[in-house]
């Protein structure tokens, strides 16, 4: 049994939801405002920029701004249930399923395990924030 009651319990779960639908949110705006032609180490292959990185997948031009407008779709579904809870376990399932095939990815083409940490990342905070929505 646990100090904290049932009630605080579901309060500090709430918390963590929040908090990781805002970074969750704040990283996916980063990623494909900020930095959408910026190289990073986590970008496939030898990719310098996000279309790079698509066509070191072997993916289709036009797949990248298919993706992009998804995940930033979800990562303002994402802020706005911060007011509109209703939003929060759509959101958390497309960015989750986005994030299966990053990782989809980044093994397709044997990139090393680091450049999988992000896209793990956003799928666990994903599975929680889901979990926590219908909780």
Request: glycine share 8%; aromatic share 10%; charged share 15%.
């Amino acid at each position: 049994m646990t100090p904290f009651s049932g009630r605080e319990d579901k309060s500090q779960m709430r918390t963590v939801v929040l908090i990781l639908q805002i970074i969750v949110s704040l990283g996916i705006l980063n990623v494909w405002l900020l930095r959408f032609y910026s190289s990073t180490p986590y970008r496939g292959g030898q990719a310098r920029s996000m279309p790079e990185e698509f066509a070191a997948y072997g993916l289709p031009g036009w797949s990248t701004y298919l993706v992009g407008a998804l995940k930033v779709a979800g990562a303002v579904c994402l802020i706005a249930g911060l007011w509109f809870h209703a939003l929060v376990l759509p959101a958390a399932l497309v960015i989750g399923i986005l994030m299966v095939g990053a990782l989809a990815m980044h093994l397709k083409i044997r990139d090393p395990l680091r450049k999988s940490v992000p896209a793990l990342f956003m799928l666990t905070s994903c599975i929680i924030i889901a979990w926590g929505s219908i909780r």
